[in-house]
């Protein structure tokens, strides 16, 4: 089985990397792992899986450029989103929402840290993001006795102990970005409140509030906050990429179906005033299903996913023109690559998706992982 031999293979990991990734930094630690397993060379990408029948159930895997596995590391349950370390070979994978833990893993040798535990009345909701030198992580959740969102702050440099807490000024947050050199926290508030007595149950859709904020790092002071047009306030925004003007794009969710076509993409730059919505063809947006998994951008164009919709999107990222899309079935995971975008799916498979036809190439599939919502680029 797939999974037993990369375990298998983290001994020669370790051997090739040592201690020296830590003082060169993560590219470094990179290149190191690729050639570990004399893989096709950097970049190599993060995801996390489920497993088809095997066990452990639950992990994140290595990936190299043209989708081979380098590693696996088993996670105490379902993860979503997984945060590289700035600089150093380390890496945090999050919990799927609502979520009671998160888990650092080395990249020298796959290995499991200590899993961090959510405060009893906190949930955390799948992403978070370092601060620029890695000493801070912050790590969005729900403040569940206060209806509200939140930002928990963590100490990388002591165990991840928890030592503070920031607003996110919205409802149900998602996704969250460092912006403006690390700065600033950009946070996609889904506006909808959920609690652990009912899973994943939306408890508020007559009333949800989705927005953009822009959060303070250092203080947790609000610096702007925008929402969709009011004929769009049953979409949720859900997750977001940066761009290189320094705003983010973003992919929203139907979370109340009123029976129309809506846009599903957009971009914002804080300070700006009102988004500003892509342009999609109708047929496409009936097959996106009301439903983007996962944005993504290389500075020039932006993609996003549909898993329901089984369709791949692309858009240039300053005018908002639709590019094409391309059929990828169960499709979520997305992350800038060599000549395009690579994409990961539920079903086993990796691939190239490019602009400006959409095109997919280089496909690659592995039977034994269904690979989750979100892929990670780590340098490269």
């Given at each position: 089985?797939?999974?037993?031999?990369?375990?298998?293979?983290?001994?020669?990991?370790?051997?090739?990397?040592?201690?020296?990734?830590?003082?060169?930094?993560?590219?470094?630690?990179?290149?190191?792992?690729?050639?570990?397993?004399?893989?096709?060379?950097?970049?190599?990408?993060?995801?996390?899986?489920?497993?088809?029948?095997?066990?452990?159930?639950?992990?994140?895997?290595?990936?190299?450029?043209?989708?081979?596995?380098?590693?696996?590391?088993?996670?105490?349950?379902?993860?979503?989103?997984?945060?590289?370390?700035?600089?150093?070979?380390?890496?945090?994978?999050?919990?799927?929402?609502?979520?009671?833990?998160?888990?650092?893993?080395?990249?020298?040798?796959?290995?499991?840290?200590?899993?961090?535990?959510?405060?009893?009345?906190?949930?955390?909701?799948?992403?978070?993001?370092?601060?620029?030198?890695?000493?801070?992580?912050?790590?969005?959740?729900?403040?569940?006795?206060?209806?509200?969102?939140?930002?928990?702050?963590?100490?990388?440099?002591?165990?991840?102990?928890?030592?503070?807490?920031?607003?996110?000024?919205?409802?149900?947050?998602?996704?969250?970005?460092?912006?403006?050199?690390?700065?600033?926290?950009?946070?996609?508030?889904?506006?909808?409140?959920?609690?652990?007595?009912?899973?994943?149950?939306?408890?508020?859709?007559?009333?949800?509030?989705?927005?953009?904020?822009?959060?303070?790092?250092?203080?947790?002071?609000?610096?702007?906050?925008?929402?969709?047009?009011?004929?769009?306030?049953?979409?949720?925004?859900?997750?977001?990429?940066?761009?290189?003007?320094?705003?983010?794009?973003?992919?929203?969710?139907?979370?109340?179906?009123?029976?129309?076509?809506?846009?599903?993409?957009?971009?914002?730059r804080p300070g700006s005033g009102a988004i500003r919505l892509f342009e999609t063809p109708d047929d496409i947006l009936a097959r996106l299903d009301g439903y983007i998994g996962s944005v993504a951008s290389d500075g020039r164009t932006v993609a996003a996913s549909s898993p329901k919709g089984g369709l791949i999107g692309l858009w240039d990222a300053m005018s908002g023109a639709w590019l094409g899309s391309t059929a990828l079935p169960d499709g979520c995971g997305l992350a800038p690559g060599e000549g395009g975008f690579k994409a990961t799916s539920g079903l086993g498979v990796i691939e190239t998706v490019a602009a400006p036809t959409a095109s997919a190439a280089d496909q690659?599939?592995?039977?034994?992982?269904?690979?989750?919502?979100?892929?990670?680029?780590?340098?490269?």
């Amino acid at each position: 089985m797939a999974l037993n031999r990369q375990r298998m293979n983290r001994r020669n990991i370790m051997g090739l990397l040592g201690g020296g990734a830590l003082g060169s930094g993560l590219l470094d630690a990179v290149a190191g792992l690729a050639r570990a397993f004399g893989a096709t060379g950097a970049p190599v990408y993060l995801n996390a899986y489920a497993t088809a029948g095997a066990t452990p159930d639950f992990g994140v895997a290595g990936l190299d450029k043209a989708g081979r596995v380098l590693f696996t590391t088993a996670t105490p349950g379902r993860a979503h989103a997984i945060e590289p370390h700035p600089t150093r070979p380390e890496a945090v994978a999050f919990a799927r929402r609502p979520g009671r833990w998160f888990m650092p893993l080395s990249l020298t040798d796959g290995a499991a840290g200590p899993v961090v535990r959510a405060p009893d009345d906190r949930r955390f909701t799948g992403h978070g993001a370092f601060s620029a030198d890695g000493a801070l992580l912050y790590v969005a959740e729900d403040d569940v006795p206060n209806e509200t969102g939140a930002i928990g702050v963590y100490d990388a440099n002591d165990g991840y102990r928890r030592i503070g807490v920031l607003p996110t000024h919205g409802l149900g947050p998602h996704e969250l970005l460092m912006l403006d050199g690390g700065t600033v926290l950009a946070v996609a508030n889904g506006g909808v409140i959920t609690h652990p007595d009912t899973g994943r149950a939306k408890l508020n859709l007559d009333e949800m509030d989705a927005s953009l904020t822009y959060v303070e790092a250092a203080t947790g002071r609000l610096l702007d906050k925008v929402r969709l047009p009011e004929q769009h306030a049953n979409l949720g925004i859900r997750h977001i990429a940066p761009l290189a003007d320094g705003g983010v794009a973003f992919g929203v969710q139907d979370e109340r179906p009123i029976g129309e076509l809506q846009p599903l993409t957009g971009a914002h730059r804080p300070g700006s005033g009102a988004i500003r919505l892509f342009e999609t063809p109708d047929d496409i947006l009936a097959r996106l299903d009301g439903y983007i998994g996962s944005v993504a951008s290389d500075g020039r164009t932006v993609a996003a996913s549909s898993p329901k919709g089984g369709l791949i999107g692309l858009w240039d990222a300053m005018s908002g023109a639709w590019l094409g899309s391309t059929a990828l079935p169960d499709g979520c995971g997305l992350a800038p690559g060599e000549g395009g975008f690579k994409a990961t799916s539920g079903l086993g498979v990796i691939e190239t998706v490019a602009a400006p036809t959409a095109s997919a190439a280089d496909q690659r599939r592995d039977p034994a992982f269904r690979w989750d919502n979100h892929l990670t680029r780590l340098a490269g």
